[in-house]
């Protein structure tokens, strides 16, 4: 009879013998996740993976894809992958060139030739460009894809970077220009400076010439908090300064003041989100609100003057209000006026409010496309800069996305809207159908879901089916780009589930699948499976299933919890430790998305999800595939490899799979990208057994 070793279990959840695991860099577990990797790799890298990860590297790097801007004073910005530059190119030209079929591209730093001189494995982050006179940039430079950056000073007239400018060593955190000589600095840099997290405890005032770790600290916040930030708010009539202090997840406090730091506390409820434009405050409550008498909806969106409401005024504009299956996904300014983006039923809206002194004025915007998942921003990353200029995305599973240029100063109804660009199609999409349904959940809650597919099936689809589910996040239909490729064109059938955990339908649709009702939310996902096989599109068996992050959460839950809904488990950058995660990296953060599992109330319902603790012996559980990134910065790499390897210590068929960069995505280039996707794709594809082939 075959001994297995159990542990951990969720009645002794400390003792676990895998925690040599969590030593990202030590020699025994590098040797163990280069044995794993090459072993998966020998398994499911064949032929068939290598023409794949060819396909789609050549749909990644392809010259007629959609280059996204952000416009800066006359210049968009723009950074660039493609086959001859697979770190990438920073780049700028005019909003008239761009408009051209192949602008031409001024470039400013070729990121593969940097990294080469510095012996450097240097991914993007971005880059933060001083807004007066517009010289100088500083880069955010990271090591293989984590979420701490180097930061570097680079000179636009030279093309080169500042040797004794604002550099700082590698930090979790960010700054804020005040002028050319003076930054807010936001970073974990030095001693006693991040949170338990990983974060920025405090905000310093960092001066050209000066030691960062010196500069003297204008705010600051405990380390048990999440962080704090700084920025310069340039819409405003004289110098006027926020700061954030991030209390939790979803709680924090606001600040007003001056380089001195802050003097102001707004009195708002620290769950709500807001954002401001000159005098103008625009918030939604995340919890109804009674004040001065009159009480405002969860989710709601109102408007008031902000001298006003910090004289003490409490009489708002309501301008928008939730219903059933309505609710607010975002809301950002341009040019004085407040643009609302909403789901009505998951359909797009869009509506723009202009404030006044007696009342705002609303118009919707009628010509934005209205089906399918449409985004819309600024094209000037600046708020006091904006001029009415915007931009909008809009695509579907199968139709590509197309880039518009809107003036939202133009006369009703925005007829002055241009295409810009169209992303070139990457799949056959002619013999499909796209389709919505509903599952019945556990708790009789009707759980939509979008379906890709052909029109007509024998009841044995080959289906991919995924789901996020976690931190409000809306689940739109995009371009099924790489599904398209490897999935849908040769026959198979694609589903997105919107899972409650998600934004889709407001604070209460989040409210219900976070804490104590992620079971539920995964619960959510299971009944999604089955209504797939009660409406005859397939069968457990032929269920492919696939996740990352939270999302690799929910697939470890159903390994653990519903095995028999499902053929295969693809699990990628997962939480699946629920007893630790809060001491791992990043994961005090999310404590409001999951709970404390220092607190018995709240490990009392973790441990129902906490798959690494539930995986027991003699279970019918499908193949799983987990992988992850070293240089993973955010969720541990430590939950995949140990819950690798307490599955085959139970002798179950599960596979582990760590690239060395990448950090919390799936790789530092559009062909490390592509090998990851077709290594997990070709791996599902075989443990159902649909051997589709190019």
């Given at each position: 009879?075959?001994?297995?070793?159990?542990?951990?279990?969720?009645?002794?959840?400390?003792?676990?013998?895998?925690?040599?695991?969590?030593?990202?860099?030590?020699?025994?577990?590098?040797?163990?996740?280069?044995?794993?990797?090459?072993?998966?790799?020998?398994?499911?890298?064949?032929?068939?993976?290598?023409?794949?990860?060819?396909?789609?590297?050549?749909?990644?790097?392809?010259?007629?894809?959609?280059?996204?801007?952000?416009?800066?004073?006359?210049?968009?910005?723009?950074?660039?992958?493609?086959?001859?530059n697979p770190r990438g190119l920073w780049r700028r030209t005019t909003l008239a060139v761009y408009m051209n079929a192949d602008p031409q591209w001024e470039l400013l730093i070729d990121?593969?030739?940097?990294?080469?001189?510095?012996?450097?494995?240097?991914?993007?982050?971005?880059?933060?460009?001083?807004?007066?006179?517009?010289?100088?940039?500083?880069?955010?430079?990271?090591?293989?894809?984590?979420?701490?950056?180097?930061?570097?000073?680079?000179?636009?007239?030279?093309?080169?970077?500042?040797?004794?400018?604002?550099?700082?060593?590698?930090?979790?955190?960010?700054?804020?220009?005040?002028?050319?000589?003076?930054?807010?600095?936001?970073?974990?840099?030095?001693?006693?400076?991040?949170?338990?997290?990983?974060?920025?405890?405090?905000?310093?005032?960092?001066?050209?010439?000066?030691?960062?770790?010196?500069?003297?600290?204008?705010?600051?916040?405990?380390?048990?908090?999440?962080?704090?930030?700084?920025?310069?708010?340039?819409?405003?009539?004289?110098?006027?300064?926020?700061?954030?202090?991030?209390?939790?997840?979803?709680?924090?406090?606001?600040?007003?003041?001056?380089?001195?730091?802050?003097?102001?506390?707004?009195?708002?409820?620290?769950?709500?989100?807001?954002?401001?434009?000159?005098?103008?405050?625009?918030?939604?409550?995340?919890?109804?609100?009674?004040?001065?008498?009159?009480?405002?909806?969860?989710?709601?969106?109102?408007?008031?003057?902000?001298?006003?409401?910090?004289?003490?005024?409490?009489?708002?504009?309501?301008?928008?209000?939730?219903?059933?299956?309505?609710?607010?996904?975002?809301?950002?300014?341009?040019?004085?006026?407040?643009?609302?983006?909403?789901?009505?039923?998951?359909?797009?809206?869009?509506?723009?409010?202009?404030?006044?002194?007696?009342?705002?004025?609303?118009?919707?915007?009628?010509?934005?496309?209205?089906?399918?998942?449409?985004?819309?921003?600024?094209?000037?990353?600046?708020?006091?800069?904006?001029?009415?200029?915007?931009?909008?995305?809009?695509?579907?599973?199968?139709?590509?996305?197309?880039?518009?240029?809107?003036?939202?100063?133009?006369?009703?109804?925005?007829?002055?809207?241009?295409?810009?660009?169209?992303?070139?199609?990457?799949?056959?999409?002619?013999?499909?159908?796209?389709?919505?349904?509903?599952?019945?959940?556990?708790?009789?809650?009707?759980?939509?879901?979008?379906?890709?597919?052909?029109?007509?099936?024998?009841?044995?689809?080959?289906?991919?089916?995924?789901?996020?589910?976690?931190?409000?996040?809306?689940?739109?239909?995009?371009?099924?780009?790489?599904?398209?490729?490897?999935?849908?064109?040769?026959?198979?059938?694609?589903?997105?589930?919107?899972?409650?955990?998600?934004?889709?339908?407001?604070?209460?649709?989040?409210?219900?699948?976070?804490?104590?009702?992620?079971?539920?939310a995964h619960d959510d996902f299971a009944a999604v499976a089955a209504d797939l096989v009660r409406r005859g599109i397939t069968l457990p068996r032929r269920i492919a299933a696939e996740?990352?992050?939270?999302?690799?959460?929910?697939?470890?839950?159903?390994?653990?919890?519903?095995?028999?809904?499902?053929?295969?488990?693809?699990?990628?950058?997962?939480?699946?430790?629920?007893?630790?995660?809060?001491?791992?990296?990043?994961?005090?953060?999310w404590i409001d998305e999951y709970g404390d599992p220092d607190k018995a109330d709240d490990w009392a319902f973790l441990r129902e999800i906490s798959a690494y603790h539930a995986a027991?012996?003699?279970?019918?559980?499908?193949?799983?595939?987990?992988?992850?990134?070293?240089?993973?910065?955010?969720?541990?790499?430590?939950?995949?490899?140990?819950?690798?390897?307490?599955?085959?210590?139970?002798?179950?068929?599960?596979?582990?799979?760590?690239?060395?960069?990448?950090?919390?995505?799936?790789?530092?280039?559009?062909?490390?990208?592509?090998?990851?996707?077709?290594?997990?794709?070709?791996?599902?594809?075989?443990?159902?057994?649909?051997?589709?082939?190019?």
């Amino acid at each position: 009879m075959t001994e297995f070793d159990f542990r951990p279990t969720v009645n002794a959840p400390d003792d676990d013998p895998h925690l040599w695991l969590e030593d990202v860099g030590g020699e025994r577990a590098l040797a163990w996740t280069a044995g794993q990797s090459a072993n998966t790799l020998k398994h499911f890298g064949g032929t068939q993976f290598e023409r794949d990860r060819a396909a789609l590297t050549a749909e990644f790097d392809r010259p007629d894809r959609i280059p996204l801007v952000t416009r800066r004073g006359q210049y968009l910005y723009n950074f660039w992958r493609d086959a001859r530059n697979p770190r990438g190119l920073w780049r700028r030209t005019t909003l008239a060139v761009y408009m051209n079929a192949d602008p031409q591209w001024e470039l400013l730093i070729d990121l593969d030739a940097l990294a080469a001189s510095d012996g450097e494995d240097w991914i993007w982050g971005g880059a933060s460009i001083e807004p007066e006179r517009r010289e100088r940039a500083v880069l955010r430079l990271s090591r293989g894809g984590s979420d701490a950056v180097v930061h570097r000073e680079f000179d636009f007239s030279s093309l080169s970077f500042v040797a004794d400018g604002f550099n700082l060593p590698e930090a979790k955190g960010d700054i804020d220009w005040l002028d050319p000589n003076t930054l807010l600095l936001s970073s974990a840099l030095g001693d006693g400076m991040a949170t338990r997290c990983g974060y920025a405890r405090t905000v310093r005032l960092w001066k050209r010439g000066a030691d960062p770790l010196t500069a003297p600290v204008i705010f600051e916040t405990g380390s048990e908090t999440l962080g704090v930030s700084g920025h310069l708010d340039r819409t405003a009539e004289s110098e006027r300064l926020w700061f954030v202090e991030q209390l939790a997840w979803l709680e924090k406090k606001v600040r007003i003041g001056d380089r001195s730091g802050p003097k102001i506390e707004i009195d708002l409820p620290q769950d709500a989100r807001w954002d401001n434009f000159g005098d103008w405050l625009a918030i939604k409550p995340r919890k109804a609100w009674t004040v001065a008498g009159t009480t405002y909806s969860a989710d709601a969106l109102i408007g008031i003057s902000l001298s006003a409401f910090l004289a003490g005024e409490r009489r708002f504009s309501t301008l928008f209000e939730p219903a059933e299956r309505r609710c607010l996904q975002s809301f950002f300014w341009n040019d004085g006026k407040l643009i609302i983006e909403y789901l009505a039923n998951l359909a797009p809206r869009f509506e723009v409010f202009t404030p006044g002194p007696q009342e705002w004025t609303r118009r919707a915007l009628d010509t934005v496309p209205a089906q399918g998942a449409v985004h819309l921003w600024s094209l000037d990353a600046e708020d006091h800069e904006t001029n009415g200029e915007v931009l909008v995305c809009a695509q579907d599973p199968i139709t590509p996305p197309r880039l518009f240029l809107f003036d939202l100063n133009s006369a009703p109804p925005l007829s002055a809207s241009v295409i810009l660009k169209r992303s070139p199609e990457t799949f056959d999409a002619s013999e499909l159908v796209v389709t919505r349904h509903e599952a019945v959940s556990i708790d009789h809650e009707m759980i939509p879901y979008t379906q890709v597919g052909p029109a007509n099936g024998n009841g044995d689809a080959p289906v991919h089916l995924s789901a996020y589910g976690g931190f409000g996040i809306s689940l739109l239909p995009y371009y099924y780009s790489s599904l398209g490729k490897l999935w849908l064109e040769r026959g198979g059938t694609c589903v997105v589930a919107n899972i409650r955990g998600g934004g889709e339908f407001g604070t209460r649709w989040h409210d219900a699948g976070r804490r104590e009702g992620k079971c539920l939310a995964h619960d959510d996902f299971a009944a999604v499976a089955a209504d797939l096989v009660r409406r005859g599109i397939t069968l457990p068996r032929r269920i492919a299933a696939e996740g990352g992050s939270n999302g690799g959460l929910l697939i470890a839950n159903m390994l653990t919890r519903y095995p028999e809904h499902f053929g295969a488990l693809f699990c990628t950058v997962p939480l699946v430790d629920m007893r630790r995660y809060t001491k791992l990296l990043a994961g005090a953060s999310w404590i409001d998305e999951y709970g404390d599992p220092d607190k018995a109330d709240d490990w009392a319902f973790l441990r129902e999800i906490s798959a690494y603790h539930a995986a027991s012996p003699g279970q019918p559980y499908p193949p799983i595939l987990l992988a992850t990134m070293r240089r993973d910065d955010r969720v541990h790499p430590g939950h995949a490899r140990k819950m690798a390897a307490k599955l085959q210590a139970l002798g179950y068929p599960a596979y582990f799979y760590e690239p060395s960069a990448g950090g919390h995505s799936y790789a530092k280039d559009n062909r490390e990208q592509a090998a990851f996707i077709s290594l997990g794709t070709n791996f599902l594809r075989s443990a159902i057994g649909w051997h589709a082939c190019s």
